[in-house]
Structure formats: C-alpha cells, structure tokens
T-cell receptor, first 115, second 114 residues
Framework: GDSVTQMEGPVTLSEEAFLTINCTYT??????LFWYVQYPGEGLQLLLK?????DKGSNKGFEATYRKETTSFHLEKGSVQVSDSAVYFC??????????????FGTGTSLTVIP | DAGVIQSPRHEVTEMGQEVTLRCKPI?????LFWYRQTMMRGLELLIY????????DSGMPEDRFSAKMPNASFSTLKIQPSEPRDSAVYFC????????????FGDGTRLSIL
C-alpha cells in the first residue's frame, strides 16, 4: 500500500544553517505530496505541496521537489530561523477515488533551531 | 474564512466518564478525518468520512470509540467509557476531494483522562 518514510529526528541546527529533511514515498498511482508543519500546541498546517513529478512546492523559504525517479520529496531551507522550530510532516495523497482522498503521513521530524 | 473548528480545546475527566469531541469542518469540504496524536504512537488516523458516510474506521482502537457525521457541517467522536490510555490530542481535519486537495486541520482537543 501507499506509505511515506521520513527522516528520524530530532534535528538541532544553529540559526542560519541549511536544513534538509528527507522524505521518500511508496505509491501505486500518481500521488500528490505535501509538507505540513506543527508548532507547539497547534494543529498541522500546510506548508507546501506538489501535485505532479518535477513540480517544486515552496513557501516561507522552504522548498521541496517531487522526484518520481527517486520517489522523494525532501524539504529544504537555505537559512533556518529560531521561529522555524517545529515538527515537520511529509504526507501523500493517493489521488482520490469515488470515496475521497486518502492521506498517508510520515512520523514527523522535530526541528529545533538554536540562536 | 473559518477553518476547522474543534471543541472543547481541553478536556479533563475521570476514568469511566463519557467524552464527546466535536468538529465543524470547513464549509464545502466533503471529507472529514479524525486523528489521535501521542508521543508514543505519533499521528494515527482513527476514521474518515466522505460525503457524511464512514469510509474507513479501521483505526478506531476499540468498541469504546464511536464517530458520527449526521450532516456535512458537524461530526462527533465519542469515547465511552474513557480510560487513562485514551489521553492524547485529538485532531479533526477536512478536505475537498477534487484534484488532490490538502487536508486542513483544527487546533485539536487535548484530552486528559485521570
């Protein structure tokens, strides 16, 4: 079945460091891929998405490219800030059926950015 | 636009009591999801509805858990009787199932069973 595997955490970086959080997926069809962010005490918020191969999603300085050949959707940011400290989830949507889109979430990667 | 609205935000109750969590999805969304999040098990899908019909409830832990969606704008998750191991944050999310749309999450209900 469809699934998402993401990098184990926690990750600790100094401010202005480069961030990569790895995400790979398994899917039988043509999924859409998402990154969500969860700040302490809040729900998951959509960070970015890509709906087909070679699409690049971007938002707030974060980027991820949908790579079909490597079944990957790695999250990157060139210079992290303390305010980026959160838990990041990679997710896959199976493209829908007559009963709606099923979503599959990774286990989450905790990021702490220190000044 | 209003997002997904969950109530209550926090619930503390004693073991054995009935707990009801509520969710109002985003207007126009036709899929609704209930999740549970704990440190030990992470984010778990409990059940999801499409057009008010339960599609997959395989994640519901046991018969003490039940969920309903009587109309497109309201859903409940009920635990009866509650146990300490049910303590977690429960999230509701909704989406529109056309064209791989994202899920939108509520702020969650933090449930503590004493």
């Amino acid at each position: 079945g469809d699934s998402v595997t993401q990098m184990e955490g926690p990750v600790t970086l100094s401010e202005e460091a480069f961030l990569t959080i790895n995400c790979t997926y398994t899917a039988t069809g043509y999924p859409s891929l998402f990154w969500y962010v969860q700040y302490p005490g809040e729900g998951l918020q959509l960070l970015l998405k890509a709906t087909k191969a070679d699409d690049k999603g971007s938002n707030k300085g974060f980027e991820a490219t949908y790579r079909k050949e490597t079944t990957s959707f790695h999250l990157e940011k060139g210079s992290v800030q303390v305010s980026d400290s959160a838990v990041y989830f990679c997710a896959l949507s199976d493209g829908g059926s007559n009963t709606g889109n099923q979503f599959y979430f990774g286990t989450g990667t905790s990021l702490t950015v220190i000044p | 636009d209003a997002g997904v609205i969950q109530s209550p935000r926090h619930e503390v109750t004693e073991m054995g009591q009935e707990v009801t969590l509520r969710c109002k999805p985003i207007s126009g969304h036709n899929s609704l999801f209930w999740y549970r999040q704990t440190m030990m098990r992470g984010l778990e899908l409990l059940i999801y509805f499409n057009n008010n019909v339960p599609i997959d409830d395989s994640g519901m832990p046991e018969d003490r858990f039940s969920a309903k969606m009587p109309n497109a704008s309201f859903s409940t998750l009920k635990i009866q009787p509650s146990e300490p191991r049910d303590s977690a944050v429960y999230f509701c999310a909704s989406s529109w199932d056309g064209g791989n749309q994202p899920q939108h999450f509520g702020d969650g209900t933090r449930l503590s069973i004493l």
